[in-house]
């Protein structure tokens, strides 16, 4: 284990306030649990060690020369298509919108940069990896702390009349619902079901911070039964444990979103919650991993694992208590801890 007690360590958050889960999920929740002192890094100050998150303005840290950095690139930007408009007019957005001080119109170039200048990067999955390593070559895979939000697990597997079905995450991404509108609608004819929509009651389209959409209004075009629940971390875990299933869908044609790390399900597992997700890689080989099999590519695959829950307790039993036994055994809170030490240590 490295000693950061006696460094100086810097940190550039998702938030100041250090409340949003991007930061208590991964470097600020290392440290605390660790009890190691940082700040929010200036760069214009030295430090023994910089960490950065995605929010962090890489058109100045790139640059930086007074101590060591860590890039925390938990998303895979690298993999999106050169081709991709929102893509090609990433950096010019950034710029305009202040987050980043110097305008880099080749956002891809500028992560590369950032890449190579970095000390370590982490990031989630293989398939990151395989991406970064091109630029850097201490690369460490680190998936997300929840210890913070588990506070209660699912006990009770029995069904009423309506099967509720549950989604959780952030509002930028609660469009994926719509792709299995019809397989839900196809369930829905067949058995009552229910959604429970889990997040933050705007959704910006734009930066974080523009465009603001209400979320119910959206999802209430799934036209089914569906209640909105603000996301928070005193109840999230009780909303989410009194229903029957939940779900993940992404857009597999999609780099960015097929790319995601199976984060999300292991939260889900570790409350020993159903889950059916879209086959992406991470969730593929969670899945497999788990000795489960709730990955969908069609529709049909979405109403078939979704009515096999309805239909089965025990199929319920099982997945829920398969999916907390292996979140448990190979991401336990020990083991995340330990992956962050071993960062350091290649660092110290």
């Known amino acids: 284990m490295a000693d950061l007690k006696g460094l100086r360590v810097g940190y550039v958050p998702y938030s100041t306030a250090l409340t949003l889960p991007g930061d208590r999920r991964r470097f600020a929740g290392y440290a605390q649990a660790r009890s190691i002192d940082f700040e929010i890094a200036d760069p214009r100050k030295a430090y023994d060690v910089v960490v950065l998150s995605e929010r962090a303005d890489i058109t100045v840290w790139r640059d930086y020369r007074k101590g060591k950095l860590v890039f925390d690139l938990i998303d895979s930007y690298l993999a999106i298509p050169r081709t991709d408009l929102k893509g090609r007019l990433r950096g010019l957005a950034k710029f305009v919108s202040r987050q980043h001080r110097y305008l880099r119109l080749d956002h891809w170039r500028a992560l590369e940069e950032m890449c190579r200048r970095s000390d370590a990067v982490i990031c989630t999955t293989a398939e990151q990896r395989r991406d970064i390593e091109k630029f850097c070559s201490n690369v460490h895979i680190i998936l997300d702390i929840h210890s913070s939000v588990i506070q209660q697990v699912k006990t009770d597997y029995d069904a009423g009349p309506e099967f509720t079905l549950v989604w959780e995450g952030l509002p930028a991404t609660v469009e994926g619902l719509f792709l299995i509108k019809d397989a ?65 869908p992404l857009d597999l044609n999609d780099p960015f979103a097929a790319g995601k790390p199976e984060n999300k399900l292991l939260l889900l597992w570790r409350m020993g919650i159903p889950t059916v997700v879209s086959a992406s890689p991470a969730y593929e080989r969670a899945m497999a991993a788990a000795g489960l099999d709730y990955a969908c590519r069609t529709a049909s695959d979405w109403q078939r694992r979704i009515e096999h829950l309805i239909e089965n307790q025990s199929a319920r039993i099982e997945a829920g208590t398969r999916g907390r ?20 240590a290649s660092l110290l």
């Not at 909105?228 to 444990?241: M, R, V």
């Not at 036994?325 to 350091?344: C, I, K, N, R, S």
């Open 184 to 248: 839900l609608h196809a369930v829905h004819r067949n058995r009552p079901i229910s959604l429970q929509v889990v997040t933050d009651p705007l959704h910006y389209r734009f930066l974080a911070q523009y465009g603001g959409r209400d979320v119910l209004d959206m999802v209430r075009k799934l036209e089914l039964p569906v209640t909105l629940h603000p996301w928070d971390e005193k109840t999230c875990a009780e909303i989410l444990c009194v229903c029957d299933a939940a779900l993940i």
């Open 325 to 344: 036994e292996y979140a448990e055994t190979h991401f336990g809170e020990a083991q995340l801890l330990a992956q962050w030490d071993a960062m350091f």
